[in-house]
């Protein structure tokens, strides 16, 4: 009777393990799947990174000599250029701004300010 319990008792282990054996076989199938999958993802994460890396170098290129226009828009322009009505006298190194004469228009021969 102990050999029949105990064939029956064999018999189950051997049955768990041939389906832990096939449970293993599957995963270490899906691993592999996923393992080709993450090299394939990390290709493109490097590809993008790639074409990232070239476009931020063109956008610097095209961005550059906007940002340093902007940048010395941004600076005051008072000490280069005199102020509207007047005009500097460049003979003489002072910063006195000289008024410009307002122009004479002539309506019907007759001069108006």
Not at 42 to 66: I, M, N
Request: charged share 25%; hydrophobic share 35%; proline share 7%.
């Amino acid at each position: 009777r102990k050999s029949q319990e105990t064939s029956a008792a064999e018999e189950a282990a051997q049955r768990e393990a041939e389906a832990l054996d096939e449970k293993t076989e599957v995963l270490t199938h899906e691993c592999l799947q996923l393992t080709e999958s993450n090299k394939s993802l990390q290709q493109t994460v490097d590809k993008l990174r790639k074409e990232e890396s070239e476009l931020g170098k063109q956008e610097a290129a095209l961005f550059g000599p906007y940002v340093i226009a902007c940048q010395v828009a941004q600076q005051p322009i008072s000490p280069i250029l005199p102020q509207v009505g007047e005009y500097r006298d460049c003979s003489t190194q002072t910063e006195e701004a000289t008024p410009v004469p307002q122009p004479i228009f002539l309506v019907n021969g007759v001069p108006m300010f």
